[in-house]
């Protein structure tokens, strides 16, 4: 079964990859997403560049509302997610957990929707 | 004292009162309510109704003389009330006859423990394996299933269905609440043992930085152990168990430096461990020793043991380690002790080491403290380049992230 892991970050953690914390923080990333595919369970996935290159749409009553920055600021931020093909739930909170943003942020598993429905 | 004031310091009295009875006496109340019935969720509503009526009774009518014995009368009213409720609509002779039954028993002297009876039935073999530990700590200790959840790492949502699954199991299967007959008695009592030490987790530090299956719930684990012992004070195996854990939680503070990382066992400081501990321990291991009947836990006691000795000596003593690895082997096969004894066996034969290691590959592929062994014993050979991949695999599978830290730092040596 199919899941996405999507990385959630604070500020603090996102910023770490651009200091001199930055060899420690990509050789955690690294060492994650190279065991994930050792085990064969990666199916895909990306790193994302910060919130602050985001840009936003919304097309409201035909109007195109362009806004600088992420859809919503909160606390934490998505830096990036990757689809495992695992077993079940409970083999995806495994990998959920060994994320370096686990402990400095959270890790939201959502399962893949096979086909939308009536299709 | 103001009105309000002593008002408001009775209240707390009173809710302390009754967290104090919740805490130490959830498990043998429970167990006593559950006991005729077998059904537990029946048993567990009523107590915690009746835990509610004394939050709101006490503070106004003070703490009874005997709180377990007003909690459990007031628990027993709950039942009877719930079964009442149910015959009228169901007409149970069956269930009118348990009520009588019920309420006759209140004469009885009310504290009897039947809380070994209630670990039996947890780890009862028609109960699903991965369920056991999670049901001795909600029925024994009280604890909520998104608590035990978390610390098996699985989804509240699923704990919480698993638990009353399991639970309907015993009623409907009408598991006995009993102690097992004596041929049967090795195996459920070895089941009740396995089921306290996976709640313990798997704490051990190693010395190849293997992660360790998160805290789990080690203080009620070793709770749960302790009890064990009290209640069967000639096990040798359950007095195993304790000094098991004991040993490993008197290094818990060695485990870490003072910036919070990882210190490998061959690395701490002795004086950091906690004395006392490992003095009960060393205590406990050597009762055990006067059965002359080792098991499993026995073993893995005395190898933490010897683990903890040749750190304060400094001296190694891998002949005997070994030794006790084997015999380890012998009783209790686990991947866990195979990968360990190739550890073990570093110290003597570095290559038959790791074919040790290699022969547990196929089985190993996600198993984060088989490639913590494998960069050890890669390095220990000279194979760097190799001992490098194994090590950042490791760190990618380990999700203590001062383990993960340690890891990726020995790649800079």
Same mark, same amino acid.
């Given at each position: !079964?199919?899941?996405?892991?999507?990385?959630?970050?604070?500020?603090?953690?996102?910023? +770490?990859?651009?200091?001199?914390?930055?060899?420690?923080?990509?050789?955690?990333?690294?060492?994650?997403?190279?065991?994930?595919?050792?085990?064969?369970?990666?199916?895909?996935?990306?790193?994302?560049?910060?919130?602050?290159?985001?840009?936003?749409?919304?097309?409201?009553?035909?109007?195109? *509302? @362009?806004?600088?920055?992420?859809?919503?600021?909160?606390?934490?931020?998505?830096?990036?997610?990757?689809?495992?093909?695992?077993?079940?739930?409970?083999?995806?909170?495994?990998?959920? #957990?060994?994320?370096?943003?686990?402990?400095?942020?959270?890790?939201?598993?959502?399962?893949?929707?096979?086909?939308?429905?009536?299709? | 004292?103001?009105?309000?004031?002593?008002?408001?310091?009775?209240?707390? %009295?009173?809710?302390? =009162?009754?967290?104090?009875?919740?805490?130490?006496?959830?498990?043998?109340?429970?167990?006593?309510?559950? =006991? +005729?019935?077998?059904?537990?969720?029946? %048993?567990?509503?009523?107590?915690?109704?009746?835990?509610?009526?004394?939050?709101?009774?006490?503070?106004?009518?003070?703490?009874?003389?005997?709180?377990?014995?007003?909690?459990?009368?007031?628990?027993?009213?709950?039942?009877?009330?719930?079964?009442?409720?149910?015959?009228?609509?169901?007409?149970?002779?069956?269930? /009118?006859?348990?009520?009588?039954?019920?309420?006759?028993?209140?004469?009885?002297?009310?504290?009897?423990?039947?809380?070994?009876?209630?670990?039996?039935?947890?780890?009862?073999?028609?109960?699903?394996? =991965?369920?056991?530990?999670?049901?001795?700590?909600?029925?024994?200790?009280?604890?909520?299933?998104?608590?035990?959840?978390?610390?098996?790492?699985? *989804?509240?949502?699923? !704990?919480?269905?698993?638990?009353?699954?399991?639970?309907?199991?015993?009623?409907?299967?009408?598991?006995?609440?009993?102690?097992?007959?004596?041929?049967?008695?090795?195996?459920?009592?070895?089941?009740?043992?396995?089921?306290?030490?996976?709640?313990?987790?798997?704490?051990?530090?190693?010395?190849?930085?293997?992660?360790?299956?998160?805290?789990?719930?080690?203080?009620?684990?070793?709770?749960?152990?302790?009890?064990?012992?009290?209640?069967?004070?000639?096990?040798?195996?359950?007095?195993?168990?304790?000094?098991?854990?004991?040993?490993?939680?008197?290094?818990?503070?060695?485990?870490?430096?003072?910036?919070?990382?990882? @210190?490998?066992? +061959?690395?701490?400081?002795?004086?950091?461990?906690?004395?006392?501990?490992?003095?009960? %321990?060393?205590?406990?291991? +050597?009762?055990?020793?006067?059965?002359?009947?080792?098991?499993?836990?026995?073993?893995?006691?005395?190898?933490?043991?010897?683990?903890?000795?040749?750190?304060?000596?400094?001296?190694?003593?891998?002949?005997?380690?070994?030794?006790?690895?084997?015999?380890?082997?012998?009783?209790?096969?686990?991947?866990?002790?195979? @990968?360990?004894?190739?550890?073990?066996?570093?110290?003597?034969?570095?290559?038959?080491?790791?074919? #040790?290691?290699?022969?547990?590959?196929?089985?190993?592929?996600?198993?984060?403290?088989?490639?913590?062994?494998?960069?050890?014993?890669?390095?220990?050979?000279?194979? /760097?380049?190799?001992?490098?991949? *194994?090590?950042?695999?490791? %760190?990618?599978?380990? =999700?203590?992230?001062?383990?993960?830290?340690?890891?990726?730092?020995?790649?800079?040596?």
């Amino acid at each position: !079964m199919e899941y996405t892991l999507l990385f959630l970050e604070t500020a603090a953690e996102m910023a +770490r990859g651009e200091t001199a914390d930055a060899p420690e923080y990509w050789g955690a990333w690294t060492a994650y997403m190279g065991a994930m595919a050792a085990a064969g369970v990666m199916r895909g996935g990306n790193a994302l560049m910060p919130p602050a290159t985001a840009t936003t749409l919304r097309i409201a009553d035909g109007k195109w *509302a @362009v806004q600088d920055g992420p859809f919503a600021d909160t606390k934490e931020q998505l830096g990036g997610y990757v689809i495992i093909d695992v077993p079940n739930l409970d083999a995806a909170l495994e990998w959920a #957990a060994r994320a370096p943003c686990a402990t400095a942020g959270s890790v939201e598993i959502r399962p893949v929707m096979p086909n939308p429905p009536g299709t | 004292m103001s009105e309000a004031a002593r008002r408001g310091f009775e209240d707390a %009295a009173a809710r302390r =009162s009754v967290e104090i009875a919740a805490r130490t006496s959830y498990g043998r109340l429970l167990a006593l309510l559950a =006991s +005729r019935s077998r059904d537990i969720a029946a %048993a567990e509503d009523a107590l915690a109704e009746a835990l509610e009526a004394a939050i709101a009774t006490w503070p106004d009518r003070g703490v009874p003389a005997n709180p377990d014995a007003w909690l459990l009368t007031a628990a027993r009213r709950n039942l009877g009330h719930a079964r009442a409720r149910q015959a009228t609509a169901t007409t149970g002779a069956a269930t /009118m006859a348990l009520l009588q039954d019920e309420r006759d028993s209140h004469g009885a002297v009310p504290f009897g423990d039947e809380r070994l009876k209630l670990l039996f039935v947890c780890a009862h073999p028609a109960i699903d394996a =991965s369920v056991q530990a999670p049901l001795m700590l909600q029925t024994v200790l009280g604890l909520d299933a998104a608590r035990i959840a978390a610390s098996f790492l699985v *989804a509240p949502a699923t !704990m919480g269905q698993k638990l009353v699954r399991a639970k309907a199991r015993i009623r409907d299967a009408g598991i006995a609440f009993a102690i097992p007959e004596s041929e049967q008695l090795p195996e459920r009592r070895a089941a009740v043992l396995a089921a306290i030490y996976a709640a313990y987790g798997t704490a051990h530090d190693t010395i190849t930085g293997a992660d360790p299956r998160g805290e789990g719930l080690a203080g009620e684990a070793i709770w749960l152990a302790r009890l064990l012992c009290e209640l069967m004070p000639d096990d040798p195996e359950a007095l195993g168990l304790l000094a098991l854990m004991l040993f490993c939680e008197a290094r818990r503070p060695a485990r870490r430096d003072a910036a919070g990382g990882f @210190v490998p066992l +061959r690395a701490q400081d002795p004086h950091r461990w906690d004395a006392a501990m490992l003095a009960e %321990a060393e205590a406990l291991l +050597r009762t055990a020793a006067r059965h002359a009947t080792p098991g499993r836990f026995q073993i893995e006691a005395a190898i933490q043991s010897l683990h903890a000795e040749t750190v304060m000596t400094g001296v190694s003593n891998p002949g005997p380690l070994l030794a006790l690895y084997d015999l380890l082997l012998a009783t209790a096969p686990s991947i866990g002790a195979r @990968v360990s004894r190739a550890v073990a066996l570093a110290a003597l034969d570095p290559a038959a080491a790791c074919a #040790a290691l290699d022969a547990l590959a196929d089985r190993c592929a996600t198993y984060q403290p088989w490639w913590a062994a494998r960069a050890h014993l890669l390095r220990l050979t000279g194979d /760097m380049a190799r001992a490098h991949a *194994a090590t950042k695999t490791a %760190a990618g599978l380990a =999700s203590d992230p001062a383990v993960r830290a340690w890891l990726l730092a020995t790649l800079q040596e």
